[in-house]
């Protein structure tokens, strides 16, 4: 069974930064594309951003469009999150998933996902 194990979450002051990272577990991370998932409170989980095994980037609903920046470093078999300028909006819980290509279905089980709360 993949399991993806997300951290970095937090609170922080509209306007702030926060850099989330998805971390595998059992299995290497580089053949996979690799997405992020918002589910705001009492709303359904919805795309963010998405990194192919080649480094392409899927934005999946814009949301993030200029601030939110995806990355990968396959040697140390994590995936990374960068949120800037980030705004109350962008507040909920953060999972991150695996996916063979960024259109596919996700292929690891869901993690416990890192809350971000932006309020000032």
């Known amino acids: 069974q993949l399991q993806l194990v997300e951290s970095g979450g937090g609170l922080v002051q509209p306007g702030g930064s926060l850099r989330l990272s998805c971390a595998a577990s059992g299995f290497t991370l580089d053949s996979y594309s690799v997405a992020w998932y918002r589910q705001a409170p009492g709303k359904d989980r919805d795309g963010v951003l998405c990194i192919s095994s080649s480094g392409g980037v899927t934005d999946y609903t814009h949301s993030g469009k200029g601030r939110f920046t995806i990355s990968r470093n396959n040697a140390k078999n994590t995936v990374y999150l960068q949120m800037n300028s980030l705004k109350p909006e962008d507040t909920g819980v953060y999972y991150c998933?695996?996916?063979?290509?960024?259109?596919?279905?996700?292929?690891?089980?869901w993690g416990q996902g890192t809350q971000v709360t932006v309020s000032s």
């Open positions: 998933a695996a996916l063979l290509g960024c259109e596919g279905y996700v292929r690891s089980s």
